[in-house]
């Protein structure tokens, strides 16, 4: 039988409310304040690498970084966030070798019904996202559940990604669409 960790992480509905859930949630909002709060560099980076699923000693992210959990966010080599990066990981994030992020860039795996009936009864359920390598992305991108992105893709500020998209392409809008190939 799995856990509510478990079914979380494999995109199934779960209990939101689960114990373990909860405890890693209060752990990262309490670690994370601190780490948010901490000027030295070096030290604030290498706290939140020990969150995450796993990231490469080439990582840099500058303050105000949230995530649920930590444990469903892997990182390639040379990762770079500007201020305000947000990881919502109840299902995996990968990001691949070499991705840049603007400012209070958002990625979002988490997906809530539209039923209201199932939206009452705290019905959630997820989707992973998965960036390939060489990504850049302007500020106030926002990745939905279940993209996709592959190689070499630019998103503009601003842009909302509703769906997934391949290699070697500039994206921009709301919802994002492709507006030079590479």
């Known amino acids: 039988m799995k856990t509510e960790r478990q079914k979380m992480t494999d995109g199934e509905n779960y209990n939101q409310f689960d114990k373990e859930l ?3 949630r209060i ?8 780490i948010n709060n901490t000027p030295d560099n070096e030290s604030r980076n290498q706290q939140i690498k020990d969150l995450l699923a796993s990231s490469t000693d080439k990582f840099f ?11 469903n966010v892997k990182i390639g080599d040379n990762f770079y966030a500007n201020y305000g990066l947000t990881l919502l990981d109840t299902c995996p994030i990968t990001i691949g070798n070499n991705c840049y992020f603007g400012p209070d860039a958002g990625l979002y795996t988490p997906i809530h019904p539209l039923n209201a ?12 996202i998965t ?10 991108v926002t990745i939905v ?5 592959g190689k070499n893709v630019v998103v503009g500020a601003g842009s909302v990604v509703t769906k997934s998209f ?17």
């Open 22 to 24: 909860i405890n890693r």
């Open 27 to 34: 752990l990262c909002r309490e670690k994370l304040q601190k």
């Open 61 to 71: 992210v500058e303050t105000g970084i949230q995530f649920d959990y930590g444990f």
């Open 117 to 128: 009936e199932e939206r009452i009864n705290d019905v959630e359920y997820g989707a992973p």
């Open 131 to 140: 960036i390939g390598d060489n990504a850049w992305f302007g500020g106030h």
């Open 145 to 149: 559940p279940g993209v996709t992105l």
């Open 166 to 182: 391949g290699d070697n392409i500039v994206l921009a809008g709301n919802p994002a669409k492709i507006i030079k190939e590479l």
